[in-house]
């Protein structure tokens, strides 16, 4: 138990050492995590891998720079030497500290039903190769079929100088289903996953034949659609989609280490109309059983809801430690970092855009004609400028109101700052997407949402030509 382990640790002794030749503010984070994945490639079971982790990170901050040094052996004398380490990297002279870290710790823990470590590995091959049976092996369009299932528990202990000690326990289940299918020389993929901060439960709730058909369904159907169409037009992304375009155009530009360096192009625009008075996004690891939550965040601040955009007004960024020191601001909780091994950054969690006031049917039937899109694919973002590409997994026609014919090979080509002022419908529909989002080197658990949205104008990059326009 990480409690155990921090309660065996002198902390305030080596938070002084590592402190003792000056800076600000000094922490400790220390990691236990046990992952578990099966891997089903094909019919047949690759890989069923268990593995254990643990260590410590030590972290200096000092004239708005930090100093880390990790170790994966926790023992007190190991933590001593690597806050050692950092006081000869630093040298800006003599420590005056004064630590208290006398008062009782917070420790969170989640309620998980049915904890991945209570379940037998057996159990989590049969529920993959279960899944596998469903997806048909007669067809020959499909060409390779991946299930994959995977949970991790990460245990984290943290104290600092200021007095915080805390301690959290994150459990994290996915299930995937992956299908490459192909005719005539086209090859399209349908990918469906599942999961979030919840525990082997999850199987409770979710059927993993729907998740094997979904995927088949959309990668058969998609093989058989026409090419997309090309040109400026109204796009519906469906709740479905979940939060992908407003994770990657908008919330990447919204995190304080790019807004600090003034290289986000929100940066200098607190209080300024950003987006459609429609527009409301937050970000929030304090939902229950999403895959970006926790109870206290990597730096061990308590997870909170926090508005970023606010009917279309700029609010706040999100702030790991080191970024509100420099803008002089408080944490937002959302000081993130892989491991042991990385320092925290700024990072999202739960992000998503508020539901609206219009019915889902209505933003349909009132597009004359465009692009729905019920599934985002994978995306790329220039936080500098916030000019974005996505690929389109599933995108549909919207013919005189009416979602008509499946098409293939769409992307959206835009800018976010203009997207978010281009938004003219919002409906009252929520739908969360999962994923793991990768920045400087690091991969962490996050989700996003939305409801189903209309943005009036946005390029779609396809090879056909509208039908509405022959």
């Known amino acids: ?12 002794r080596i ?4 402190l003792s030749q000056g800076g600000e503010f000094a ?11 099966v891997v089903m490639e094909d019919n047949r079971i690759e890989d069923v891998l268990t593995g254990f982790e643990q260590g410590a990170g030590i972290r200096v901050i000092f004239g708005h720079k930090t100093a880390y040094s ?26 005056d500290i004064s630590l208290d870290l006398s008062k009782p710790g917070e420790n969170g823990k989640g309620e998980i039903e049915k904890h991945p470590g209570s379940v037998i590995s057996s159990r989590k091959v049969e529920i993959v190769k279960e899944t596998s049976e469903w997806i048909p092996k007669e067809d020959k369009r499909i060409r390779q079929v991946k299930i994959v299932y995977g949970d991790s528990v990460q245990e984290v202990g943290i104290a600092n100088s200021e007095g915080t000690v805390v301690t959290d326990e994150r459990v994290n289940t996915i299930f995937l289903v992956q299908i490459v299918a192909s005719q005539d020389g086209v090859f399209q993929t349908g990918y469906e996953p599942v999961g979030g901060s919840i525990g082997f439960e999850l199987f409770d709730s979710v059927s993993t034949k729907n998740i094997a058909a979904k995927a088949l369904e959309r990668a058969l159907m998609m093989l058989e659609a026409p090419k997309a169409p090309g040109g400026e037009m109204p796009v519906v992304i469906s709740n479905e989609a979940g939060g992908t375009m407003i994770h990657e155009a908008v919330g990447h530009g919204l995190e304080a280490d790019f807004t600090n360096a003034r290289i986000s192009v929100y940066s200098d625009k607190i209080g ?27 730096e061990g601040v308590k997870a909170s809801c926090t508005v970023l955009i606010d009917k279309g007004v700029l609010k706040n960024f999100l702030y790991d430690r080191l970024t509100a020191m420099k803008d002089g601001r408080n944490p937002t909780g959302n000081g993130r970092r892989q491991s042991y091994r990385f320092k925290p950054i700024p990072r999202m969690t739960n992000t998503f855009i508020a539901p609206g006031k219009n019915e889902p049917k209505d933003i349909i039937s009132q597009t004359d004609n ?41 992307t959206l080509a835009g800018n976010g700052p203009q997207v978010l002022k281009d ?26 949402a939305q409801p189903t949205l209309r943005i009036k104008k946005l390029i779609v990059g396809g090879e056909g ?5 022959s």
Request: charged share 25%; hydrophobic share 35%; aromatic share 8%.
């Open 370 to 410: 465009g692009l729905f899109v019920k599934k985002m694919g994978g995306g790329q973002v220039n936080p500098v400028n916030g000019d974005f590409v996505f690929e389109v997994s599933e995108g549909y026609l919207i013919e005189k109101g009416k979602i008509t014919t499946p098409v293939r090979g769409a």
């Open 15 to 18: 938070l002084k050492e590592a």
């Open 423 to 448: 938004i003219d419908m919002v409906g009252k529909d929520h739908g969360f997407a999962i994923g793991t989002c990768g920045k400087d080197g690091q991969g962490v658990p996050v989700s996003d």
């Open 27 to 37: 922490e400790i984070f220390l990691e236990n995590k046990l992952t578990t994945s």
């Open 272 to 298: 300024s109309l950003i987006a459609s008075p429609l527009v409301t996004v937050m970000d929030d690891p304090s939902l229950p059983k999403k895959r970006g939550s926790f109870r206290f965040d990597d």
């Open 465 to 469: 030509a509208p039908p509405w326009k």
């Open 70 to 95: 990790y170790t994966n052996t926790v023992t007190e004398r190991e933590l001593f030497h690597a806050a050692s380490m950092l006081k000869h990297a630093i040298k800006i002279g003599k420590g």
């Open 1 to 12: 138990m990480i409690k155990n382990l921090l309660s065996k640790i002198d902390c305030g």
